[in-house]
């Protein structure tokens, strides 16, 4: 079965701090892609970035960018420069092989403050 | 504009009442899904459709029901709700499987409550 570990509730930075959220995962298939969402107050699910199982390098989309460690089955979401907008939280989430169901962590809250 | 839509957005019902919750999209998506948000657990499946008259179980089924009559629609029913079912729902969709890099698209949510 898989599953999605995000240990963390709670996470607090400063602004222009960098921050890291912890995400780890569990499956066995070699076929699957890793999604980090955000979801601000006002409860909509952002898509932030994805990596696949097979991808060589890390990804990045801006200020946001995926550690994968796939010996060590993670993929903590770093974000530079923490922004007060950035205040939400922040789902890690799986899908296997043929990429239907999302399997989703439990969610880490981030409170930027200035 | 490429979107998901639900309706409605806020519902507060009583146990047993019957109700609906809409799902629209206009990407021409082949999948569509509806998940579940509560405190603590995270974002959980409910349902979900891989093209028109194709659906199936995810992981918290019991309780609801869908259809796929359409590709663009994917309605979520309640038949017979329960103050259990009182949650945060919201519908996705995606172009297919096949690919891993399965983007889901979220609609805004519809927050339901069950008295």
């Known amino acids: 079965a898989q599953k999605i570990t995000q240990t963390q509730p709670g996470m607090f930075v400063q602004e222009k701090e960098a921050v890291t959220l912890d995400c780890t995962y569990d499956?066995?298939?070699?076929?699957?892609?890793l999604f980090w969402y955000k979801q601000p107050s006002s409860g909509e699910m952002i898509f932030l970035i994805y990596?696949?199982?097979?991808?060589?390098q890390n990804a990045t989309e801006g200020r946001y960018s995926l550690n994968f460690q796939k010996a060590r089955k993670s993929a903590n979401l770093v974000i530079s420069a923490s922004q007060l907008g950035d205040s939400a939280m922040y789902f890690c989430?799986?899908?296997?092989?043929?990429?239907?169901?999302?399997?989703f962590g439990k969610g880490t809250t981030l409170s930027v403050s200035s | 504009e490429a979107q998901v839509t639900q309706n409605p957005r806020y519902l507060i019902t009583v146990t047993g009442k019957k109700l609906t919750v809409t799902c629209s999209q206009n990407?021409?998506?082949?999948?569509m899904s509806w998940y579940r948000q509560d405190p603590g657990l995270g974002l959980r499946q409910i349902y979900y459709?891989?093209?028109?008259?194709?659906?199936d179980k995810g992981d918290v089924p019991e309780g609801y029901k869908v259809s796929r009559k359409e590709k663009r629609n994917f309605p979520l029913i309640l038949e017979s709700p329960s103050p259990n079912q009182t949650s945060l729902y919201f519908c996705?969709?995606?172009?297919?499987?096949?690919?891993?890099?399965?983007?889901?698209?979220f609609g805004p949510g519809t927050r339901l409550t069950v008295l």
């Open positions: 990596q696949g199982s097979y991808d060589q």
């Open positions: 989430a799986m899908t296997v092989r043929t990429g239907t169901a999302l399997i």
């Open positions: 990407m021409n998506h082949e999948y």
């Open positions: 499956t066995s298939d070699p076929s699957y892609g």
């Open positions: 459709s891989m093209n028109v008259e194709v659906t």
């Open positions: 996705a969709s995606s172009l297919g499987t096949g690919t891993l890099y399965n983007e889901q698209f």
